[in-house]
């Protein structure tokens, strides 16, 4: 039986692999579609999709049966992962081209959109809908119009000032050497005299360039041969469908929006008359006409792109090192503190089986997969999942140290999600040990979306939950995270045996994330946000206190790190403290640098194993000021 882990790395979409050149802007494209009828509709959808250059801003339906449409195309982009893409239906008269009720209809008559397993239509209609994604990029979407120009035209007369924020139209109809009516444009003439003589710049893809562009029975094979959510769902069309061999004009026009090559273009003055006839006229150029097309070329292209889609994360990632001292550390977590119980969003905690050092650890709960935009929300999976304090910068190289112990699997899944673009990423290793506790340490760079989009992870994106997938059948048990920005090759430190707590400050809310006496002020900090000294008037002098949410058990060594800029004063008293018990261990930290950011490690010799403290004091002297960022207590490595 496949694992339903191996189901969460199946890829849906195309995406160039990891390693390669860093990524284009990707082209905003909104697809006007009577997906139900011709079948290169549902195709050129498919091929919308499978492209990782297109920022996919919306799908909305015309022609009769707009609503019905509007659900099949929910129904696509739910199975394929794609749910986060909106859907619109046209509204109002619609040209009457009904879906055959023996056909693609019943993609539409299926218990995942009966009973509410897809997404739904926008509650706006399809005009609606268009105006407010173009006023929201105005000047860089793309209109592919794969059927009767009704709801663009509708936005033309109604909307007028959205004309200028249109980049351009491509049309598939019309017909420039047959002087004969072709079937979109004859479903709605006045829709389409308002579209050609609105000044849009408008790319014409007519019948006689496509007439014999249709995909060979060897074509289909391959296209449905990767086996991916994608190519199911369109062969599943295909199925239901009444070509064997379908047309591609549709196809052929989203692919122009990405690749000029695959035709020849002639600048013409078009207009349509009032029988649906495609004129050209003497005027100026309205239309840049796709007048005859590279069959092969394209065909190949396409073909090749729709069988290539499989995951470039099928293969899978490896440990490396975990390298010397972070140079930041964003997120650590050990489980150990009960206030910080809020964050773990799935698992539970372990006493019994705990590695070296460590007293409680979190046990992996059955749960489904969190991203439901592009993973399977209905998949089950045996997992730890927690949700450090919100939002913290990455750096220029995150990496992610972890202990873990398996059982009943090899494979394990790593995926974060990022509050900067609202996705997840992941990656998986696999033949990893089994029955004993390990340290694993993984380069988030290397995380992608599950359909291998996503590019990397980047220098000061934000994240949020950090998650760790097994099999639903496996034993899973995580301990020691650090989520961290990697040392520089000069750094000597090791890196730290065990994190005990870290503040950075660029995220969370003092007085609920970070508690204690201090002022946090932005544009301020080593990155951006520092913890500022405030004045203790009990004792006179300023200082910055830290809660650690709770008492930390310390090692058999303890050393605290901190940036810091320090005004007034070339000196500060470093303080350990556990408020219950009221004992405190000191260092006087001398020979500090003034009005410039520096870094120091302080080595506290006092604490034994197994003491306990929950707050960190910086004592100043009179007068002077402190900003503190990136505090680390720590274990040191060896």
Same mark, same amino acid.
């Given at each position: 039986?496949?694992?339903?882990?191996?189901?969460?790395?199946?890829?849906?979409?195309?995406?160039?692999?990891?390693?390669?050149?860093?990524?284009?802007?990707?082209?905003?494209?909104?697809?006007?579609?009577?997906?139900?009828?011709?079948?290169?509709?549902?195709?050129?959808?498919?091929?919308?999709?499978?492209? $990782?250059?297109?920022?996919?801003?919306?799908?909305?339906?015309?022609?009769?049966?707009?609503?019905?449409?509007?659900?099949?195309?929910?129904?696509?982009?739910?199975?394929?992962?794609?749910?986060?893409?909106?859907?619109?239906?046209?509204?109002?008269?619609?040209?009457?081209?009904?879906?055959?009720?023996?056909?693609?209809?019943?993609?539409?008559?299926?218990?995942?959109?009966?009973?509410? *397993?897809?997404?739904?239509?926008?509650?706006?209609?399809?005009?609606?809908?268009?105006?407010?994604?173009?006023?929201?990029?105005?000047?860089?979407?793309?209109?592919?119009?794969?059927?009767?120009?009704?709801?663009?035209?509708?936005?033309?007369?109604?909307?007028?000032?959205?004309?200028?924020?249109?980049?351009?139209?491509?049309?598939?109809?019309?017909?420039?050497?047959? $002087?004969?009516?072709?079937?979109?444009?004859?479903?709605?003439?006045?829709? #389409?005299?308002?579209?050609?003589?609105?000044?849009?710049?408008?790319?014409?893809?007519? *019948? /006689?360039?496509?007439?014999?562009?249709?995909?060979?029975?060897?074509?289909? !094979?391959?296209?449905?041969?990767?086996?991916?959510?994608?190519?199911?769902?369109?062969?599943?069309?295909?199925?239901?469908?009444?070509?064997?061999?379908?047309?591609?004009?549709?196809?052929?026009?989203?692919?122009?929006?990405?690749?000029?090559?695959?035709?020849?273009?002639?600048?013409? #003055?078009?207009?349509?008359?009032?029988?649906?006839?495609?004129?050209?006229?003497?005027?100026?150029?309205?239309?840049?006409? #796709?007048?005859?097309?590279?069959?092969?070329?394209?065909?190949?292209?396409?073909?090749?792109?729709?069988?290539?889609?499989?995951? $470039?994360?099928?293969?899978?990632?490896?440990?490396?090192?975990?390298?010397?001292?972070?140079? !930041? +550390?964003?997120?650590? /977590?050990?489980?150990e503190n009960d206030i910080e119980r809020f964050w773990w969003m799935s698992g539970k905690d372990e006493t019994k089986n705990t590695p070296p050092g460590s007293r409680r650890v979190c046990r992996g709960t059955l749960t489904h997969d969190y991203d439901d935009l592009l993973g399977n929300?209905?998949?089950?999976?045996?997992?730890?999942?927690?949700?450090?304090?919100?939002?913290?910068?990455?750096?220029?190289?995150?990496?992610?140290?972890?202990?873990?112990?398996?059982?009943?699997?090899?494979?394990?899944?790593?995926?974060?999600?990022?509050?900067?673009?609202?996705?997840?990423?992941?990656?998986?290793?696999?033949?990893?040990?089994?029955?004993?506790?390990?340290?694993?340490?993984?380069?988030?760079?290397?995380?992608?979306?599950?359909?291998?989009?996503?590019?990397?992870?980047?220098?000061? /994106?934000?994240?949020?939950?950090?998650?760790?997938?097994?099999?639903?059948?496996?034993?899973?048990?995580?301990?020691?995270?650090?989520?961290?920005?990697?040392?520089?090759?000069?750094?000597?430190?090791?890196? $730290?045996?065990?994190?005990?707590?870290?503040?950075?400050?660029?995220?969370?809310?003092?007085?609920?994330?970070?508690?204690?006496?201090?002022?946090? +002020?932005?544009?301020?900090?080593?990155?951006?946000?520092?913890?500022?000294?405030?004045?203790?008037?009990?004792?006179?002098?300023?200082?910055? *206190?830290?809660?650690?949410?709770?008492?930390?058990?310390?090692?058999?060594?303890?050393?605290?790190?901190?940036?810091?800029?320090?005004?007034?004063?070339?000196?500060?008293?470093?303080?350990?403290?556990?408020?219950?018990?009221?004992? /405190?261990?000191?260092?006087?930290?001398?020979?500090?640098?003034?009005?410039?950011?520096?870094?120091?490690?302080?080595?506290?010799?006092?604490?034994?194993?197994?003491?306990?403290?929950?707050?960190?004091?910086?004592?100043?002297? *009179?007068?002077?000021?402190?900003?503190?960022?990136d505090v680390t207590l720590y274990v040191p490595g060896r």
């Amino acid at each position: 039986m496949r694992s339903l882990l191996t189901a969460l790395f199946v890829l849906t979409a195309c995406a160039p692999l990891a390693g390669q050149a860093p990524e284009s802007p990707r082209i905003p494209i909104l697809f006007d579609t009577a997906l139900g009828s011709d079948l290169d509709q549902g195709f050129a959808l498919a091929l919308m999709l499978a492209s $990782p250059e297109f920022d996919p801003r919306g799908v909305t339906t015309v022609c009769a049966d707009a609503n019905v449409r509007a659900l099949m195309a929910c129904r696509f982009l739910t199975m394929t992962g794609r749910r986060a893409i909106p859907v619109a239906a046209g509204a109002g008269p619609q040209p009457a081209r009904p879906i055959t009720p023996n056909g693609q209809y019943r993609y539409y008559y299926h218990p995942d959109v009966l009973f509410n *397993r897809t997404t739904r239509p926008a509650k706006e209609s399809a005009v609606d809908f268009l105006y407010s994604r173009l006023k929201a990029q105005q000047g860089k979407i793309t209109i592919v119009a794969a059927g009767p120009l009704t709801n663009i035209a509708r936005l033309i007369a109604d909307k007028p000032d959205s004309r200028a924020w249109i980049k351009r139209i491509v049309v598939v109809g019309g017909s420039i050497k047959e $002087p004969t009516p072709e079937a979109n444009l004859l479903a709605d003439v006045d829709a #389409a005299r308002t579209v050609f003589a609105s000044g849009v710049s408008l790319v014409v893809v007519p *019948r /006689e360039a496509t007439a014999n562009l249709k995909l060979d029975d060897d074509g289909l !094979r391959r296209v449905f041969a990767p086996v991916t959510a994608l190519s199911l769902q369109l062969e599943t069309l295909h199925q239901l469908g009444d070509e064997k061999n379908p047309g591609l004009a549709a196809v052929l026009a989203v692919a122009l929006c990405l690749e000029d090559r695959f035709a020849s273009f002639e600048d013409l #003055a078009l207009e349509i008359d009032k029988e649906g006839v495609t004129r050209v006229t003497k005027g100026k150029p309205n239309a840049r006409v #796709a007048t005859s097309v590279r069959a092969g070329d394209f065909l190949k292209w396409y073909v090749d792109r729709m069988a290539s889609c499989v995951s $470039p994360t099928k293969q899978p990632s490896k440990l490396i090192e975990a390298g010397g001292f972070p140079n !930041r +550390v964003h997120v650590a /977590e050990d489980f150990e503190n009960d206030i910080e119980r809020f964050w773990w969003m799935s698992g539970k905690d372990e006493t019994k089986n705990t590695p070296p050092g460590s007293r409680r650890v979190c046990r992996g709960t059955l749960t489904h997969d969190y991203d439901d935009l592009l993973g399977n929300p209905k998949a089950m999976h045996t997992a730890v999942i927690f949700n450090p304090v919100p939002g913290p910068p990455m750096g220029k190289n995150p990496r992610l140290s972890f202990r873990y112990f398996l059982k009943g699997t090899d494979r394990l899944c790593v995926q974060i999600y990022s509050l900067t673009n609202g996705y997840h990423r992941q990656l998986y290793l696999t033949g990893l040990p089994q029955g004993r506790w390990e340290s694993g340490t993984v380069d988030m760079t290397a995380t992608r979306r599950p359909d291998g989009t996503g590019g990397p992870l980047s220098e000061h /994106e934000r994240i949020d939950d950090i998650q760790f997938y097994a099999e639903p059948t496996a034993e899973l048990l995580i301990d020691d995270v650090v989520l961290y920005d990697a040392a520089a090759p000069s750094e000597k430190r090791p890196f $730290p045996r065990h994190i005990h707590f870290t503040a950075t400050f660029d995220s969370g809310v003092a007085g609920k994330h970070w508690l204690g006496n201090f002022d946090v +002020v932005p544009d301020k900090g080593y990155f951006w946000r520092a913890a500022k000294s405030v004045d203790n008037a009990e004792r006179g002098f300023p200082w910055i *206190r830290l809660q650690l949410r709770g008492e930390r058990a310390m090692g058999d060594a303890t050393q605290l790190a901190f940036r810091y800029r320090l005004t007034g004063a070339n000196s500060l008293r470093a303080v350990l403290v556990n408020r219950t018990a009221k004992t /405190e261990h000191v260092v006087d930290v001398k020979g500090l640098k003034q009005d410039m950011w520096g870094e120091a490690t302080v080595d506290f010799k006092g604490p034994k194993l197994g003491d306990r403290v929950d707050e960190l004091h910086w004592l100043l002297p *009179r007068g002077a000021e402190l900003l503190l960022d990136d505090v680390t207590l720590y274990v040191p490595g060896r």
